[in-house]
């Protein structure tokens, strides 16, 4: 059972990313996702939480209207599109997938965990 994230990079601020996670050993549909995010520094934070199978996403008050969710079922994976990135947006980003009905804000529920991934935004 494994999760994979991929997709980060350096991008100026203003640009757009990507992030996959792909997961293996397990299919992610049934699965509630969470996006996490870690500054340097700085405690790991909440980004985004979607229920199984893509139904309905929360968001971050510091990422809504510029970052979105989206699930390909068909490739077993998860996508974090963000555009408008700011440099605040700077951190290692993690996928993670719990086994119920409810996406959650809180890291301690999810049980699966990618290894993360960068996201440098700056000029």
């Known amino acids: 059972v494994q999760l994979q994230a991929s997709g980060g990079g350096l991008v100026q601020p203003g640009g757009s990313l990507r992030l996959s996670c792909a997961a293996s050993?397990?299919?992610?549909?049934?699965?509630?996702i969470g996006w996490f995010r870690q500054a340097p520094g700085k405690e790991r934070e909440w980004v985004s939480a979607?229920?199984?199978?893509?139904?309905?996403?929360l968001y971050a008050d510091s990422v809504k209207d510029r970052f979105t969710v989206s699930k390909d079922n068909d490739k077993n994976a998860v996508y974090l599109q963000m555009n408008s990135l700011k440099p605040e947006d700077t951190a290692v980003y993690f996928c993670?997938?719990?086994?119920?009905?409810?996406?959650?804000?809180?890291?301690?529920?999810?049980?699966?965990w990618g290894q993360g991934t960068l996201v440098t935004v700056s000029s």
């Open positions: 993670a997938a719990r086994s119920s009905a409810f996406a959650t804000k809180t890291r301690s529920d999810y049980r699966y």
């Open positions: 050993g397990f299919t992610l549909g049934p699965h509630a």
């Open positions: 979607t229920s199984p199978y893509g139904v309905s996403t």
